[in-house]
């Protein structure tokens, strides 16, 4: 590999790497390119070029929320449950791959997809709900940071307005490939899980065994369990992903030939952010094993401590503040890509902000407003959660069939279309979907048809 | 196909060209052609298409539904 940094003045696309040899050239447009020597060095290269969007989307999907829930089934259910979050990782990938050609294909958002092809009812109905779940779901971000920092005895008034502020200026760098490494460098943090998880967890056969043969906890299936693996479901599948992709794959502008690439990227993401979620189950196991109750991942993170030391529950305390600060640029990005899309108005991470002001004006609104009621003394935060439960119900299958429609819109996508078995598999998604969807709204908005069902879902 | 001289045939003009390949960031390389959506118009109505906009608006009426018995058993 000589690796050199060259300047290519053309005009054609070298779609990610092209043979020098078949290079044409039309006019001096400066391209900056790395020169190497061998075929499995440019797809090494190649591949870390076009890697980012797939990780980050899924890693971020591992937020305070989904923190919560997979060691809330963890410290309910030890490793019974491990089954089902192994089950959800070819949904997830099947889902955003779609997504991925999507994006590749138009270079568009997946909002303004909507709204171009489903007319504007439909994209101003999914341009809204998306804004209000996303606002939501921020502020239980916040509250996580919140809950964390206050364990950690550092006084939350503080540490919450500096995490905010680290977030807006995580995006007015007016590069997207600054963004991009270093939000990368936090999704890669998450392997923290799997060492927290190798110190606390059970023998491996135990999570071999729940992990690939079905099996229910003792007691069967109850409403509680119902009413977990529902919100698990939920967690893993986010509508906030399907916007945030697509518009992250339009504002790195990949083109047709790095496809194959940015479907490992999703297909790595998407193993490292199962296995991130096993990990936290496993840890809330461990807490149940030692006879602790669960009532929040940082209270479970204090009992862990009591046992394992203060460094491991310091560890836990940061990685449920990681996953929370990923799950805010990720969401805040989602909303402020959708709405500047759909207005028209300059939208990309590589803009400064004198170009694009009302594209970060979102993004730092959405931030601070979060954060900024989070800090409210008695602020509704359950109220709040209860909102994005039901919000999420709504956009969740909504989002997933304008996404499987468009995805066989052939005038759209041409050879890109889903081919029929991706149909069989992506409309038997949306129906499990949508039934569970409808439970869990069902649980949440009219809580009296479930009676037995001790206390709400965690999203 | 011949190919003009540039940085590029400067710097590797020693080596045999067949031996070498140009990998090009996305953000680096010159834009490429994508669907123009904008001239396709709204999505044509197949039954499918109508048929699933017809279950979702059926899916949402449900859910307004379902908010709307919460927040009357919230007021009781």
């Known amino acids: 590999m000589t690796n050199k940094t060259l300047i290519m003045p053309t005009a054609v696309s070298t779609a990610g790497s092209a043979d020098m040899s078949t290079a044409t050239v039309e006019e001096a447009a400066p391209v900056r390119g790395r020169v190497v020597k061998s075929k499995i060095t440019r797809d090494l290269l190649t591949f870390l070029m076009v890697f980012g969007p797939g990780l980050i989307v899924m890693v971020a999907d591992n937020d305070a929320g989904a923190v919560s829930t997979y060691s809330q089934a963890g410290a309910q259910y030890g490793t019974h449950l491990l089954w089902i979050v192994l089950l959800l990782l070819p949904v997830c990938y099947f889902i955003q791959e779609m997504v991925v050609r999507l994006g590749i294909a138009t270079g568009k958002g997946h909002a303004a997809m909507i709204y171009q092809r489903f007319g504007k009812w439909w994209g101003l109905f999914s341009l809204v709900d998306l804004q209000l779940v996303n606002f939501l779901t921020l502020v239980t971000e916040f509250a996580a940071i919140d809950l964390a920092l206050s364990k950690m005895g550092v006084d939350p008034r503080y ?75 939920g967690t893993t599948i986010a509508p906030w992903q399907l916007f945030f992709q697509q518009s992250c794959i339009a504002d790195k502008r990949l083109r047709f030939a790095d496809l194959k690439w940015a479907r490992l990227d999703t297909f790595l993401g998407a193993c490292i952010t199962i296995t991130a979620a096993v990990c936290m189950m496993i840890a809330g196991a461990a807490s149940l094993t030692h006879g602790f109750r669960f009532t929040d991942p940082a209270q479970m993170a204090a009992d862990i401590g009591a046992f394992a030391g203060p460094v491991m529950r310091d560890l836990i305390l940061l990685m449920m503040i990681n996953a929370a600060v990923l799950g805010t640029t990720a969401i805040s990005l989602s909303s402020a890509w959708a709405y500047g899309e759909v207005r028209g108005w300059p939208h990309s991470l ?98 009296s048809l479930f009676p037995s069902a001790a206390g709400g879902p965690t999203t | 196909m011949g190919t003009p001289a540039t940085p590029l045939d400067l710097e590797t003009r020693n080596e045999t060209r067949k031996d070498h390949f140009v990998v090009v960031h996305p953000l680096d390389d010159v834009l490429e052609t994508k669907v123009d959506t904008e001239a396709l118009g709204p999505m044509a109505m197949t039954r499918t298409v109508r048929l699933s906009l017809m279950s979702l608006r059926a899916y949402l009426i449900l859910m307004v539904l379902m908010v709307v018995y919460h927040v009357v058993m919230l007021a009781r």
């Open chain 1, 159 to 233: 540490g919450v307005p500096l995490a905010a502020a680290c977030l807006i200026m995580l995006v007015l760098t007016g590069s997207y490939r600054r963004w991009e490494r270093i939000v990368v460098f936090l999704c890669l943090l998450d392997f923290a899980w799997f060492w927290i998880a190798f110190q606390l967890g059970p023998p491996l056969g135990q999570i071999v065994k729940h992990a690939l043969l079905p099996s229910l906890p003792a007691g069967g299936v109850t409403p509680e369990l119902m009413f977990l693996v529902i919100a698990i479901v």
């Open chain 1, 350 to 447: 590589q803009l400064p902000w004198r170009e694009a002001r009302g594209f970060y004006s979102l993004y730092l609104i959405c931030v601070a407003a979060a954060a900024g009621i989070v800090l409210i003394p008695r602020a509704p935060l359950q109220l709040i959660i209860l909102g994005v439960q039901v919000l999420a119900g709504v956009i969740l299958p909504s989002a997933i069939v304008f996404l499987q429609l468009l995805l066989n819109d052939k005038e759209l996508l041409g050879e890109y279309a889903n081919k029929p078995w991706n149909n069989w598999v992506n409309w038997t998604i949306i129906v499990v979907l949508f039934i569970l969807s409808l439970i869990l709204a069902a649980q949440v908005s009219a809580p």
